[in-house]
Structures are given as structure tokens and as C-alpha cells.
């Protein structure tokens, strides 16, 4: 069956728009129209079917039935849950493997073109371990971190090293559950172990595991990655770049980065300024080279080079559609299969560099950071010698980008509330406590073609805003806020509510904080335990205000941080459909997994994941979630309106009024 949407429906960004019709006018098929063609099926969509051996697939679909095994459909729904978490948590720890080994090769003078750029953090990071760093040079502070990373993926038993960094009595909990992950890899490959023909066959008992996988993700991977990238390529902090398709530039080589891992894409900032990479382009007939980024890749160089993001997850194959990128660069992750085909219609190469990934009639240059520079340089290359078949022609780029100001790590969010001296999280704390701050919403996540891109991720935005919440945000759900103007500073704050509005003027903030990554969900982790640890908002994770949301969410990565950020104690809402939906009516049999990641976790873990489409009802259930928690700390319910007499933009209004006028205005003091 075939539906054509209209095009809001697609999308909500004007530049996708154009690009959209662009391919009709092309007769090209898009993520997007191919959604309109696949019909989901209703039963593995609904977490139904059970492929995992020979004697099926199973398809259960009444009450009661059983595949050939005996396996019911809570069984088949936890493990394919179960699988879908090992898959996302496999992907982020391998990039964080991949991190691990290139500190080492840094530190041992084996990796040209990398450097220690962040040696500060490089020694909070290791003494948090037990790491000498006292009169150590720091490649021998590197190299034992190195080795200390390395060996949590193949640790067998034990506790993997950076959970110890969550607050006291969540490690505690953990050890009662018996869900510390032993060993990154050893608990992704159990999980496949459990859900095999014949394994667990126990709902609770296999996503207990789920758990455990997902943890090792979280507070094990994903938070190597995020530490090493930080050492290597500098800790983020605030500054000044651009996002959409304008970035592309008509003039200049245009190099589009894409996927995950930041090795290649920093190597590729190093090697376009490099004056003979330059000079090369010149001579090719370019003014330069325009790097840009897509997916994640896009947010780890946007926030630590200021390289502007061309777009998120469903811009991939727009960007090809302009005419004018020269070369697509790709690593891991998001990478659509329908690029190459995409690009045989233009002059566009696709360039995979990973050792992992290959794509059929793509070009490959696999990327060795030992020669990272090297390669980075070769790279460039083919694209400047690409830059002569471009078809004028072909050429359309949209003229819409936006400023943004991405870069807000867990360290400079703790400087810029106290500066050097007092480097504190107190006044978020305090913020939150008076009801300025109603509470924290952390918004992440995928583009799903399902939905019209972005439309849910900045709904969501824009009313939790208006009511006092503070967003931060990483992954795609970053770039669709920076798309549509609400990380900068005054822009973002005009429809903000007045409280939170009065906090971001004080401390000169976004009221969207653009937090990196996917993988670095982390550092929501490390804020949300630094809040924690700051005093005033309960003494574990489950009592801060707060939620995390995945509105337009598609990975298994996503699942895979779903289920860590629960365990930690979030509510976790995700938008779009559930891959646990069950039977349409939801009879009893086929709800009960739904039910226990829900309530069943909560007595766990005291968070929960839930699955909700409407967009309304997504911020309705946030906000009773932030008051329910704002009431169990004894906090003083939140009053619309209730501040707001303070600020930048209130200070202005007061400016040309009589003093008592003014004194009024300002304390609510009656006139005399
Ligand atoms: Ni996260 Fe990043 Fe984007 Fe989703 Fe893909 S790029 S790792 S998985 S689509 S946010």
C-alpha cells in the first residue's frame, strides 16, 4: 500500500522541504518515501515474532498462542527487547573500544596526528581510578587509563571501573540487584547466550540481564568513549557554530562527515587546514574546503571545533541531494544503505573508512589512526579531485542554517555556575529547589521517517520550555533544536517561561543545552549525579525532578540508553510505537512486558520506560513526573509566573521607569 504524505508531514525543517521536492523532481527515493511504501509489520513491530531459530519464524497473534517451542509472548517480547539492547549497547562500547586503544596508541607516540589535548581531564579522570598522576608525565598517566579501559570490555568478573562514579546508593542497589556489570563485552555476548533457542525463558529474569547489558553501556562504554574523546580532543565547552543544509557551501569542496566515532572526523578538521590540502583545493578551482557533519559525528565536531552540523539522522541523504557534496565520509552508525545508489545520481562519492563497514559500490579508504593524518589527507584528496565533475546544473542548496551554541559538558556547566574558584552545580540545585527551575528534561535521540522529522522533538522542546523545564539535549534531537533556533542565547529565550527564563539570563545561558553526543548521554549521567551529590535534591538519581525523553527514537542504541538511564533511576518516555506493543487491544497476556519495564522496574529501580505517541501526552506525563518528584522532596509546588522579576529583558523594561515605580515593579512594594 502506498501513502503519499504531504510534505509537513515529512518534515518540519523548510530546508528538508525543499530537498524533498528536489528528489520528486528527480524521480529519487528518499528514507522518507520509502517509509511511505514499507508498511511496518504489525506483528514483529508489535515484538511478536520469534525468528531466533529454524523451527519458526513464529507469529503470535491471539491470546494464548505459542511458537514451537512453547515460547509465549512475553518470552518472545523480553528477548527480542533483550537482543535489541545488546545490539545498541555492542555499538557504543565498540566506539568506546576503538577510543580506549587509540589513548594508548597516543600515549605511546603511535598514533600520527593525535595528541593529549585535555591533560586536566586526563588526571581527574585517572585519580577518580586510583591512577597515580603526581610527577607523572601525562602519556604515562594516558597509557595507564589506556590499559585500565581496555580491560573492562574483556574483564570477566568484578565491577566495571567507571559505574563507581554514580552516587553512593545506586552502586549500592546495583550490587543488591546483581546487575553491576562484570565485563562490557561479557554481558552484551550473555545476553546473546540467554536469548538463544532454549535459554531464559523468564520475562523479569532475562530483562534483569537486559539491565545488566544496558548498564555496561552507559556507565561503562559509551562513558570510555566519552572520557577518551574528551582527553584527545578537548573537553567541550560553549562556542559559536551553524546547522542545516546552508552550511554547504557552492564555492568550496564540501566534505560531509557522517557517523560516530570522532578519530576520523577530528583527523579530517586537522587535514582540511592543512596548507597543502588547501592549496590543492585552490588549484582544483575551490575557495576551500567546507567541512560539515552529519548524525553524531556532526555533534562531536560541532562542539569541540565549531564545524557546522549539515544535519541530523534524515538529512543524510539530503545533503547528497544539493549536487554539491563532493565526498561523504562515513564511519560507523545511522549510515543509510540507499546513499550509494543516492549518489550515483550525482557526482558524489561515498567514502566508508572503517574497518567494520562496508558498503557495496561505495569507495573504500579504511582509516588506521596510526596514519590517521596520513589518511585523513588521502581522503581529502579524492574529494578535491572530485570537485571538477560536479554538475552545476545539479546544484541546489538550500539558503537556510542557523547560529547555535553547542558544548555544554558536565565541567563547563559546573564552571559557569561558579566560575574558576567556585565551580559549583549549587545554583541549578537552588534553582530547582525555589521552582524557577521546575525541573530537567533530558531530550534525545533519533529522526524516525515514521514521523514528520523533528515535529515531535520540538514540540516536545518548545511547551516544556514555556513551562520553567530546563532541556538538555545530545544526539539527533540536539541538531533539530539548533536547526530551528532554540540553543542560542536571547533567540531561544522568547518563549521560555519566566523563571527558567530569569536563570538563563543570570548565568547567560541557552534554555536548550546542547550536550554532545549519543554517547555521551554520560554526561547527563555525570550531571544528574553531580546534582545529586551537590545536596538539596535527595540522595539518589529516582528523586531528582527530571526525565528523559527519545520522542522520534529508531535505534537499538537508543533502547540500550532507554534501559541505563532507567536503571539509574530516570523515567524515560519514548514517542513513536513500542516494539513491545503487543496484541492491538493490549489483552492481558501481550502487556505484561510493557507493564514490567513500567511498573516493575520502578519498585526496581525506581525509573521506568514507557512508551508514548502522542506528543501531549508525552509532556503532560513529564510534568506530573517532575511534580510528583518536586512534592516527594518537599519542594514548594510550581506557580507559572511566579518569577521573572529579574533578568536581562525584565531589567530593560524597567529601565525608563520612575524609581518607585520601578521599586515596585521589582519587590511587588506598594507605591508611597
Ligand atoms: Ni543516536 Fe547518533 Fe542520531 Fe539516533 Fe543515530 S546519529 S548515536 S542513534 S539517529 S541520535
Not at 319 to 336: K, R, W
Amino acid at each position: 500500500m502506498t501513502k503519499k504524505r504531504e510534505l509537513h508531514e515529512y518534515s518540519t525543517d523548510p530546508a528538508a522541504q525543499e530537498m524533498l521536492i528536489r528528489a520528486e523532481e528527480l524521480g529519487v527515493s528518499t528514507a522518507f518515501t520509502r517509509a511511505d511504501k514499507m508498511v511496518p509489520c504489525n506483528i514483529g513491530g508489535a515484538g511478536m515474532c520469534c525468528k531466533q531459530c529454524g523451527m519458526g519464524p513464529c507469529r503470535l497473534t491471539k491470546e494464548g498462542d505459542v511458537g514451537v517451542c512453547g515460547a509465549t509472548i512475553d518470552t518472545i517480547q523480553a528477548r527480542n527487547l533483550t537482543r535489541a539492547i545488546a545490539a545498541g549497547a555492542a555499538a557504543h562500547s565498540d566506539h568506546g573500544r576503538d577510543m580506549a586503544f587509540l589513548l594508548k596508541a597516543t600515549a605511546n607516540g603511535q598514533a600520527e596526528g593525535y595528541w593529549l589535548r585535555d591533560i586536566a581531564k586526563l588526571r581527574i579522570v585517572a585519580s577518580k581510578y586510583g591512577i597515580p598522576i603526581e610527577g607523572r608525565a601525562p602519556e604515562e598517566i594516558a597509557n595507564d587509563l589506556a590499559d585500565l579501559y581496555i580491560a573492562q570490555f574483556g574483564q570477566q568478573t568484578g565491577e566495571v571501573v567507571p559505574a563507581t562514579r554514580a552516587p553512593k546508593k545506586r552502586q549500592q542497589l546495583w550490587r543488591e540487584l546483581k546487575v553491576w556489570p562484570r565485563g562490557i563485552d561479557r554481558e552484551v555476548v550473555e545476553a546473546l547466550h540467554r536469548t538463544h533457542i532454549g535459554d531464559d525463558q523468564d520475562p523479569e529474569h532475562i530483562l534483569l540481564h537486559a539491565v545488566r547489558t544496558a548498564l555496561t553501556d552507559g556507565w561503562g562504554g559509551s562513558m570510555i568513549a566519552t572520557d577518551v574523546s574528551d582527553i584527545l580532543f578537548g573537553t567541550p565547552a560553549p562556542l559559536l557554530g551553524q546547522a542545516n543544509l546552508g552550511v554547504i557551501k557552492e564555492n568550496m569542496v564540501n566534505v560531509v562527515v557522517h557517523g560516530h566515532q570522532p578519530n576520523l572526523s577530528e583527523m579530517m578538521v586537522v587535514a582540511a587546514q592543512d596548507p597543502e590540502i588547501l592549496e590543492y583545493a585552490r588549484a582544483a578551482g575551490a575557495e576551500g574546503i567546507q567541512l560539515a557533519g552529519i548524525c553524531c559525528t556532526a555533534n562531536e565536531i560541532l562542539m569541540r571545533q565549531g564545524i557546522p552540523a549539515a544535519g541530523n539522522f534524515l538529512h543524510q541523504e539530503l545533503a547528497i541531494l544539493t549536487g554539491a557534496v563532493e565526498a561523504m565520509v562515513v564511519d560507523v552508525q545511522c549510515i543509510m544503505q540507499a546513499l550509494v545508489s543516492l549518489a550515483q545520481n550525482f557526482h558524489t562519492k561515498i567514502i566508508t573508512t572503517s574497518p567494520k563497514v562496508k558498503i557495496t559500490g561505495a569507495t573504500h579508504i579504511e582509516f588506521d589512526e596510526h596514519k590517521g593524518l596520513t589518511i585523513a589527507k588521502q581522503i581529502l584528496k579524492v574529494a578535491i579531485d572530485n570537485f571538477t565533475n560536479r554538475q552545476p546544473a545539479k546544484v541546489r542548496i538550500p539558503r537556510i542554517k542557523e547560529d547555535l551554541i553547542p558544548g555544554f559538558s558536565h565541567e563547563y556547566i559546573n564552571y559557569m555556575l561558579g566560575g574558576s574558584y567556585r565551580a559549583s552545580f549549587r545554583p541549578l540545585n537552588d534553582a530547582i529547589i525555589s521552582g524557577r527551575i521546575r525541573g530537567v528534561a533530558a531530550i534525545v535521540g533519533c529522526n524516525n521517517p515514521r514521523s514528520s522529522q523533528d515535529y515531535l522533538h520540538n514540540t516536545v522542546v518548545k511547551e516544556l520550555l514555556k513551562k520553567d523545564v530546563l532541556v538538555v539535549q545530545t544526539g539527533c534531537g540536539a541538531i533539530a533544536a539548533g536547526k530551528l533556533g532554540l540553543m542560542l542565547g536571547e533567540a531561544g529565550l522568547s518563549e521560555v517561561g519566566s523563571g527558567l527564563r530569569e536563570v538563563c539570563e543570570t548565568v547567560g545561558i541557552p534554555p536548550v543545552l546542547h550536550l554532545g553526543s549519543c554517547v555521551d548521554n554520560t554526561r547527563i549521567l555525570t550531571v544528574l549525579t553531580q546534582m545529586v551529590e551537590e545536596g538539596g535534591l535527595g540522595d539518589d538519581i529516582d528523586q531528582i525532578p527530571a526525565v528523559g525523553l527519545a520522542p522520534e527514537w529508531m535505534s537499538e542504541k537508543a533502547l540500550a540508553i532507554a534501559t541505563y538511564c532507567v536503571a539509574s533511576g530516570a523515567y524515560v518516555i519514548f514517542g513513536g510505537s513500542s516494539p513491545i506493543s503487543g496484541m492491538p487491544d493490549r489483552v492481558h497476556d501481550s502487556d505484561k512486558v510493557a507493564r514490567y519495564i513500567s511498573e516493575g522496574w520502578e519498585k526496581l529501580f525506581g525509573g521506568k520506560l514507557e512508551f508514548i505517541s502522542d506528543p501531549q501526552k508525552m509532556i503532560e506525563a513529564t510534568l506530573a513526573h517532575i511534580d510528583k518528584k518536586r512534592a516527594a522532596l518537599g519542594l514548594p509546588a510550581w506557580e507559572e509566573n511566579k518569577f521573572g522579576r529579574s533578568g536581562d529583558s525584565r531589567m530593560q523594561q524597567l529601565e525608563s521607569l520612575p524609581l518607585e515605580q520601578k521599586r515596585q515593579a521589582i519587590y511587588g512594594l506598594a507605591a508611597d
